[in-house]
């Protein structure tokens, strides 16, 4: 293999993308333990180091209980998720069955769908739930993660379906052959081996969940809100004030970003094998 750059000149593409990412976080970090005064006047280095933005943080923004909510629901979208997927992934990959080719399809074309076309209907939905049903949907927890469920189920089962096309049949005709069931053979052979694929389809629902604003907060109340919530409505609040809590902003943010970061750290070893679908030779 030949590179397509010198090395010099890779290098200094890789500095250049590299200072790209990381000055703005830098930027975030030395914000959150500057003084708003400082932040507003434009220092890039605090003149004073301190961290009380991060203890104010959770009562200024009330960032706890978005937080476990946040964590709750996504969370609970990932694993229900991946461990959904994966078994429908299996059944469209292994069998043949009419319908099936258009399930596939159905899957690419639901990515294609913007969330804010959907926001109406699905909040119309819900309501009619609570008037014919009798059942509080709005508002809820458990609403907000079918909602995200609902989103999620298709790429993860893609992701799943490209994954196990990667794998050999052989394996699966051994196991039956030693006289393993088809649930036998999804719980002891594909399991085991979809772990990159099913840590991949978990962590981008996780991500959905996490990040989304947009269903958040038509969906939520006070108590049930997620941190995205909540740091919408904080930097809301700020708006037209003497001086914006530009401190306390940037910890918030930081807060809500670390269990992203802390994530990936832990699963990047799956992430890389998921994405480059490398599982099994």
Same mark, same amino acid.
């Given at each position: 293999m030949t590179r397509l750059l010198p090395g010099p000149m890779l290098a200094i593409i890789l500095t250049v993308l590299s200072a790209i990412v990381l000055i703005p976080v830098a930027y975030i970090f030395l914000a959150s333990v500057n003084s708003d005064i400082g932040v507003a006047n434009g220092e890039f280095w605090p003149s004073t180091f301190s961290l009380e933005n991060y203890t104010k943080i959770w009562s200024s923004v009330g960032l706890a209980k978005g937080l476990a909510n946040s964590v709750l629901v996504a969370g609970a979208t990932a694993v229900v998720s991946a461990a959904m997927s994966v078994s429908i992934a299996y059944v469209l990959v292994r069998y043949q069955f009419g319908g099936r080719l258009t399930i596939l399809r159905s899957l690419l074309a639901l990515q294609s769908v913007p969330g804010t076309l959907m926001v109406l209907p699905v909040f119309v939905l819900f309501s009619s739930a609570a008037s014919y049903l009798g059942v509080q949907v709005i508002g809820t927890q458990w609403?907000? /993660?079918? $909602? +995200?469920? $609902? /989103?999620a189920m298709p790429f993860s089962t893609w992701v799943m379906? $490209? +994954?196990?096309?990667?794998?050999?049949?052989?394996?699966?005709?051994?196991a039956r052959i030693d006289g393993a069931s088809n649930l036998g053979v999804l719980v002891r052979i594909i399991l085991p081996l979809s772990w990159p694929g099913i840590v991949v389809s978990g962590i981008f629902a996780f991500l959905l969940g996490w990040n989304d604003v947009l269903f958040a907060s038509v969906m939520t109340r006070p108590d049930s809100q997620t941190a995205a919530v909540a740091l919408q409505i904080f930097g809301a609040s700020q708006e037209g004030g003497a001086i914006p809590l530009y401190?306390?902003?940037?910890?918030a943010s930081l807060v809500c970003a670390a269990p992203v970061v802390i994530l990936y750290l832990i /699963?990047?070893?799956?992430?890389?094998?998921g994405l480059t679908a490398g599982g099994v030779k």
């Open positions: 609403g907000l /993660f079918i $909602t +995200y469920l $609902t /989103f379906v $490209t +994954y196990l096309r990667g794998l050999p049949r052989e394996l699966e005709e051994a401190g306390q902003m940037m910890a /699963f990047q070893r799956y992430l890389v094998g």
